[in-house]
């Protein structure tokens, strides 16, 4: 995280809460009442983490970058449309750059080199 020039950074939690009308549960950022919606609004890039075990034994690490119509709110000004990567993205910790830094990687080497964009 300390290579991407933020101001604040909020790690958060995910709180199911269900609809008394009609009985569906929701799947919320797990803050007040009032803000759940309108807190990551405040930011330009909200991600989802999130990790599975892999067949081999292995536990891999992602990163959902852009809504998905269940998590409306997740999104990245970094990359717009899934311009310059496509979710989800791993995070392997065994292939420098990793984390924000690739992500910064992906975005500004593709404005030099449109034509190699991560997939």
Same mark, same amino acid.
């Given at each position: 995280m300390r290579n991407l020039p933020c101001h604040y950074v909020?790690? @958060?939690? !995910? $709180? /199911? #809460? &269900? $609809? #008394? $009308?009609? @009985? &569906?549960i929701k799947i919320l950022p797990k803050i007040t009442r009032s803000l759940r919606t309108e807190f990551p609004s405040w930011f330009n890039e909200v991600y989802f983490c999130h990790r599975e075990q892999g067949t081999e034994g292995k536990v891999h690490y992602y990163w959902t970058t852009a809504g998905t119509g269940k998590y409306d709110f997740f999104k990245s000004t970094l990359n717009n449309k899934q311009r310059y990567w496509k979710d989800p993205i791993e995070i392997n910790f065994d292939d420098s750059p990793? @984390? !924000? #830094?690739? /992500? /910064?990687q992906l975005r500004f080497e593709a404005i030099s080199k449109p034509e190699q964009v991560d997939k």
């Amino acid at each position: 995280m300390r290579n991407l020039p933020c101001h604040y950074v909020i790690n @958060g939690h !995910f $709180d /199911l #809460e &269900k $609809d #008394e $009308d009609d @009985g &569906k549960i929701k799947i919320l950022p797990k803050i007040t009442r009032s803000l759940r919606t309108e807190f990551p609004s405040w930011f330009n890039e909200v991600y989802f983490c999130h990790r599975e075990q892999g067949t081999e034994g292995k536990v891999h690490y992602y990163w959902t970058t852009a809504g998905t119509g269940k998590y409306d709110f997740f999104k990245s000004t970094l990359n717009n449309k899934q311009r310059y990567w496509k979710d989800p993205i791993e995070i392997n910790f065994d292939d420098s750059p990793v @984390g !924000f #830094e690739r /992500l /910064l990687q992906l975005r500004f080497e593709a404005i030099s080199k449109p034509e190699q964009v991560d997939k």
